[in-house]
């Protein structure tokens, strides 16, 4: 099974899940917060900045794109709310919020 990292902050919190699973919710049903609001790639708020296998992840999407820019996109961000899993990955999440 694909193994996720996040990191958040210094701490950083890794689980597993099913192949083409949503990185977002994954990673909220095991209560690791990365920033959501709309789930449909439109308000941005769960930006993620991929640090390793992101070929592991689905292809970037025309929401993206749109969402982020293509400059911001080339850099590693994507949206957790877009993005399934087929492999092992570690992301950030680049402006946490501390709740
Ligand atoms: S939660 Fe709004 S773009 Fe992902």
Redesign the pocket.
């Known amino acids: 099974m694909p193994q996720v990292a996040v990191k958040i902050g210094p701490q950083e919190k890794s689980f597993e899940c099913q192949e083409g699973e949503n990185l977002?919710y994954e990673a909220i049903s095991r209560s690791i917060m990365i920033?959501?609001?709309?789930?449909?790639?439109?308000?941005?708020?769960?930006?993620i900045r991929v640090l390793e296998g992101a070929e592991k992840l689905s292809e970037v999407g025309d929401?993206e794109i749109l969402?982020l820019g293509e400059e911001q996109v080339e850099k590693g961000f994507r949206?957790?709310?877009?993005t399934y899993v087929y492999g092992d990955v570690r992301v950030e999440v680049p402006q946490p919020r501390l709740y």
């Open positions: 977002l920033p959501f609001n709309c789930t449909s790639g439109r308000c941005g708020s769960c930006r929401r969402r949206l957790g709310c877009q």
